[in-house]
């Protein structure tokens, strides 16, 4: 997908100046409240007009303010996913699923309905009317109509914000993939760098109303690591649990770490969590000792950021100026990474 994007929209206290050009299949919208996101989304919709500009998606022009043109929003082929789903009130779950697939041609009904039902565990409400079903559970349903539509692109606005983490990191991955498959880009507004750095290859980050950077949201974390409360979060997959006392003990690379909660595959460990020495500490109450080497740091705000080497695996710390001066951190040099085992957090 190409998208071409220069458009002004002016509220009362607020204007929203997009000027970009974006190409990929996976963009991300991200900044914090107030920041215009949601109007880009529904001037690239057509559900809002623009005050001025252009917008081009793949060449086409969906908006033209000094051409009069403006494509009308189901002409665009455009599918939107809201925070809060808008469902038809008078049809069932399984009829506001089916609603776009109906209506597509034969050789365009791509996504297998009964695998996308089983995914979203919509098995159990098809037969259902949605006036009654819960926040998370219609969210399921706008995302499922979305997908079956097939549409030419897909708008997604805080599409997960409302369900629990474990069925949020069992529908992403489903979604990344069921778009990938049937080539389905996705541009996907979210506060949360995680899901950010999950479903998206590029993101454009927004303030006050303006494109403030554009880069990936793995950039982007390590930018934010300093002014972020969680710091930078590390993913960890980790396998092969045991139980050991009243710990418990995973294999992460070629180390094997103790922690105290488990219920997960993937885990967040926050860069802030992770104590650099430059000698092993011969006692210690934190439970993980692990020698690592520096690969390189990095500069984020008042503090250095450090990508570790551990076993096979990558960690990224972080420490202020003056430990990264005592400690020599340069590329090369051995360390030890000390982890209390309470630092985990299960993901999913
Ligand atoms: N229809 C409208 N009339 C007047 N002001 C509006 C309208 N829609 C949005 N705004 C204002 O535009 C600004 C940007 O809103 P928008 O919803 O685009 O932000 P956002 O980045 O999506 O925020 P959030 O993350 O909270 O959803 C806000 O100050 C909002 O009050």
Same mark, same amino acid.
């Given at each position: 997908m190409k998208l071409e994007v220069s458009v002004r929209k002016r509220y009362q206290g607020f204007s929203l100046n997009a000027d970009f050009a974006v190409e990929g299949r996976r963009i991300g919208v991200f900044g914090p409240s107030g920041s215009g996101k949601s109007t880009l989304m529904n001037l690239l919709a057509g559900l809002v007009s623009a005050d001025e500009g252009h917008i081009r998606l793949d060449g086409a022009t969906l908006y033209d303010g000094a051409r009069g043109i403006a494509v009308a929003p189901e002409r665009r082929r455009i599918a939107v996913v809201f925070q809060h789903a808008h469902l038809? =009130?008078? &049809? *069932?779950v399984r009829a506001n699923l089916l609603y776009g697939y109906k209506r597509l041609a034969r050789k365009e009904r791509c996504v297998d309905p009964g695998a996308l039902y089983e995914v979203l565990n919509l098995g159990p409400l098809l037969?259902? @009317? !949605? #006036?009654? &079903? *819960?926040g998370g559970e219609r969210q399921r349903v706008a995302l499922g109509r979305a997908v079956l539509a097939h549409p030419r692109l897909i708008l997604m606005d805080? =599409? !997960? #914000? @409302? &369900?629990d983490d474990g069925l949020k990191y069992q529908v992403l991955p489903y979604l990344k993939k069921t778009f990938a498959e049937f080539g389905i880009p996705l541009i996907f507004v979210s506060h949360s760098l995680n899901e950010m750095r999950l479903m998206t290859e590029q993101v454009l980050e927004f303030q006050g109303g303006r494109l403030v950077s554009q880069s990936s949201a793995e950039e982007l974390a390590r930018r934010r690591m300093a002014e972020s409360p969680a710091g930078y979060i590390n993913l960890l997959r980790l396998e092969d649990r045991r139980a050991q006392e009243d710990l418990w003990n995973y294999r992460w690379g070629e180390h094997r770490l103790i922690l105290? *909660?488990?219920? %997960?595959?993937v885990f967040e460990l926050s860069s802030k969590d992770i104590s650099l020495f430059?000698?092993? =500490? %011969? %006692?210690? *109450? %934190?439970r993980n000792i692990l020698p690592c080497r520096v690969v390189d740091t990095f500069a984020a705000g008042n503090r250095v950021g450090v990508d570790l080497a551990c076993g096979g695996a990558k960690l990224v710390s972080q420490v202020v100026h003056e430990a990264a001066r005592e400690l020599e951190l340069r590329p090369g040099a051995e360390v030890f990474a000390i982890i209390k085992a309470s630092a985990f957090r299960p993901l999913y």
């Open positions: 038809f =009130p008078h &049809l *069932s037969e259902r @009317g !949605v #006036t009654r &079903l *819960s805080e =599409p !997960v #914000t @409302g &369900l105290t *909660s488990d219920g %997960a595959q430059k000698r092993h =500490p %011969a %006692a210690a *109450s %934190a």
